[in-house]
């Protein structure tokens, strides 16, 4: 089951059986063909801003906001179940924002479409917590996936998660901390913290809404000249 969504809510988006169809009419947000770009990303957005991606995009709301707030930045929503990215296509479409596209491709396969140096920052917004031991692979800060972001993020750049699962958050400082990323900004309640500049999902109002914790954190590589010092 896609991150971001109740199995209700899935269930419903999984019977779209045109959202293929959609994505393909709207090329200019929807990329098609994306490995053609790797390497290249800056020549699609025709600037030479950084890159951010967020994996496993959702509905959208998060990207949309952050391109719209930081028009200096090149954002990318990464989401592999069609049923679910047209609903951030739709949110694309009426903002017509210059410096955000979606990707359709499963988030696993990064090295496809991107080089070394393509990207600066990940997003990794209430991911699956994949709680059964037996998943620890799957789970997107696995040691597996650390080494996937690195092979894609120019040095020195970081990893951005936020969950409301305090497993998945423990497991991600440790395998985080393990790896050798230098940890930075942590939140063991976000929205009673003096953090600014937080851009929610729809996942996350409704569940902060409720009354759960969030939980943030970001991760920096220490691959960059003065990394070791933060």
Same mark, same amino acid.
């Given at each position: 089951?896609?991150?971001?969504?109740? @199995? !209700?809510?899935?269930?419903?988006?999984?019977?779209?059986?045109?959202? =293929?169809?959609?994505?393909?009419?709207?090329?200019?947000?929807?990329?098609?063909?994306?490995?053609? @770009?790797?390497?290249?990303?800056?020549?699609?957005?025709?600037? +030479?801003?950084?890159?951010?991606?967020?994996?496993?995009? !959702?509905?959208?709301?998060?990207?949309?906001?952050?391109?719209?707030?930081?028009?200096?930045?090149?954002?990318?929503?990464?989401?592999?179940?069609?049923?679910?990215?047209?609903?951030?296509?739709?949110?694309?479409? =009426?903002?017509?924002?210059?410096?955000?596209?979606?990707? $359709?491709?499963?988030?696993?396969?990064? /090295?496809?479409?991107?080089?070394? +140096?393509?990207?600066? /920052?990940?997003?990794? $917004?209430?991911?699956?917590? @994949?709680?059964? #031991?037996? *998943?620890?692979?799957?789970?997107?800060?696995?040691?597996?996936?650390?080494?996937?972001?690195?092979?894609?993020?120019?040095?020195?750049?970081?990893?951005?998660? #936020?969950?409301? $699962?305090?497993?998945?958050?423990?497991?991600?400082?440790?395998?985080?901390?393990?790896? +050798?990323?230098?940890?930075?900004?942590?939140?063991?309640?976000? *929205?009673?913290?003096?953090?600014?500049?937080?851009?929610?999902? =729809?996942?996350?109002?409704?569940?902060?809404?409720? !009354?759960?914790?969030?939980?943030?954190?970001?991760?920096?590589?220490? $691959?960059?000249?003065?990394?070791?010092? +933060?």
């Amino acid at each position: 089951m896609p991150k971001n969504i109740s @199995w !209700g809510v899935f269930m419903r988006l999984r019977n779209k059986p045109w959202a =293929e169809e959609k994505l393909k009419k709207y090329p200019q947000f929807v990329v098609p063909d994306p490995e053609k @770009w790797r390497g290249h990303w800056q020549a699609l957005f025709g600037n +030479g801003n950084p890159l951010h991606i967020e994996i496993g995009t !959702g509905k959208g709301r998060f990207i949309s906001e952050m391109a719209e707030q930081h028009p200096e930045i090149n954002f990318l929503g990464i989401e592999k179940q069609p049923s679910v990215i047209v609903s951030a296509l739709d949110k694309l479409i =009426e903002k017509n924002r210059p410096n955000v596209k979606l990707l $359709n491709v499963d988030g696993a396969k990064l /090295r496809e479409f991107f080089a070394k +140096g393509d990207v600066e /920052r990940i997003y990794l $917004n209430f991911s699956d917590p @994949w709680p059964k #031991k037996r *998943h620890e692979k799957r789970r997107l800060t696995y040691r597996t996936f650390l080494q996937l972001y690195e092979d894609i993020l120019a040095d020195g750049g970081e990893i951005h998660l #936020k969950t409301d $699962n305090q497993g998945l958050f423990e497991y991600s400082l440790q395998s985080f901390s393990e790896y +050798g990323l230098l940890l930075k900004n942590i939140s063991l309640d976000l *929205h009673r913290s003096d953090f600014s500049g937080n851009v929610m999902t =729809e996942y996350e109002e409704k569940f902060s809404a409720q !009354g759960q914790r969030i939980y943030r954190c970001e991760a920096k590589y220490r $691959n960059a000249p003065g990394a070791l010092q +933060g």
